[in-house]
């Protein structure tokens, strides 16, 4: 089924999203907003760790990403790969690079181009366009595993085209039943609804989170810190979101998740074991989360409460640098709501044959905000418009041929839009998958955005 827990996820400073703008590949979504597309959630496995098994099936290990840069003449294309992991059984310790080419080049076209005789000299002049540092970006990583159940992650990063560095210290530790995460940055990366990304200066996170149990239940509390105003990272002006603004917030969230099988044909040893004239073969799925084509509803309802503590959490209302103002949002000191999402699922095909074993659709709708909701219906000049609205969720999913997969996400506004009448699309993301046997649930993904013109390649275990 579609992932529901980005119900109860969104809710927090601590939820990631795919996204090449950073060397570590990911960045955080904004609280509080509509739930985002489940293809734009971030891997579970760390950049460097993806890094390190893509480089075997890339020639010389170099891995291609998209991205607008904040300088146009670098290009959008870049090239990252491994430079260095050294490690001992309880510690890594990794080096990424990052080069775009397209300004290198240009510049070189234009060189040799100008040039009357192409002499020593000449060549000499395009040589040193080499050495122009904002070509390159390296990103240093390090984890320490305490315990078995603790470890501590710390990463430094530097932008070849900008100034500074962007630095990320988490600490992570795994109870029986619970999950403790600290997590600071300086400064740290949101992307908002409509896929504009803003730099907080400061924000530190302190989260415990429950893990999915057998009844359904699941709860969330976590403490967060915003210091400094957020910048817009690529864009030159636009209305910051109130939950990135500076203070200090307490939230809880609960949820209660629950699934039905409509109908599900298990998967049998007949299944597993191929006989042929040759002798018998084990055949898996390529997927053992796709391996049982079934129909199945699911959904899930949850509240949140938060308290903001500050002197910005009655009426949000700064401005930046050059007086432009950042937000007007009001943000309230005491606040509770309630969101809920339902799913229905398709699924044909055990995904085991080279040809036509899959085809899968799952659907999902979100209400992010029954109070907004609530408003809206009975017309209240209050009412969050870009929480009011229901959204539906369509996630497409077609075998092309052995383990490639073909992938559509797209979330749908049940609302009118300014030019637009009815139901519309606001996000979409396309994807081409190659799953991985050996791994019983992994994938090499390479998935691009339309809306943030931006796509990349990654490794994702455990995930649809």
Known sequence: MANLESAIDSAFWDQSISSPRTLDGSAKSVPDEPFPLDGARASKALRIQQLSFLRNGFPLGIIPSISPPSQKDLGSFSLQTLLLRPSTSNWWLGLIGQFRPKKLISAIKTELQSADELELPVFRDAAKHFLDKSLYSVALATQLSLSPSTSLLWSTERQGEKKGYRNNFKIYHQLPDHDITLDAAWPELFMDRKGKYWEVPESISLDMSSLPSDS?????????????????????????????????????????????????????????????????????????????????????????????????????????????????????????????????????????????????????????????????????????????????????????????????????????????????????????????????????????????????????????
């Open 216 to 464: 359904g239940l699941q709860y969330h509390f976590g403490i967060h810190k915003n210091s400094g105003h957020p910048q817009a990272f690529n864009a030159l002006d636009g209305e910051a979101p109130s939950a990135l603004m500076p203070g200090l917030c307490a939230k809880a969230a609960f949820s209660y998740q629950k699934s039905k099988d409509i109908w599900r044909r298990k998967e049998t040893k007949e299944d597993l074991i191929i006989k042929t004239d040759k002798g018998s073969y084990w055949r898996p799925s390529y997927d053992v989360r796709l391996r049982e084509p079934h129909a199945a509803i699911s959904g899930i309802i949850g509240g949140t409460c938060a308290a903001w503590f500050g002197k910005g959490s009655k009426n949000v209302e700064s401005q930046s640098e050059d007086n432009i103002p950042t937000t007007n949002n009001k943000r309230s000191p005491l606040s509770a709501d309630f969101f809920g999402s339902a799913c229905y699922t398709f699924q044909h095909g055990q995904f085991r044959k080279l040809y036509g074993d899959l085809t899968r659709v799952d659907a999902r709708l979100d209400l992010s905000s029954l109070s907004s909701f609530a408003k809206r219906i009975f017309k209240s000049s209050s009412a969050n418009k870009s929480l009011s609205s229901p959204r539906l969720n369509l996630i497409f999913q077609q075998q092309v041929a052995g383990p490639i997969v073909f992938r559509v996400d797209s979330k749908l506004l049940l609302d009118s839009k300014a030019g637009k009448l009815g139901p519309h699309i606001e996000d979409v993301i396309y994807s081409l998958s190659y799953s991985l046997r050996l791994l019983r649930s992994g994938k090499v993904v390479a998935w691009y955005s339309p809306k943030r013109k931006e796509g990349m390649i990654e490794l994702r275990l455990f995930e649809f």
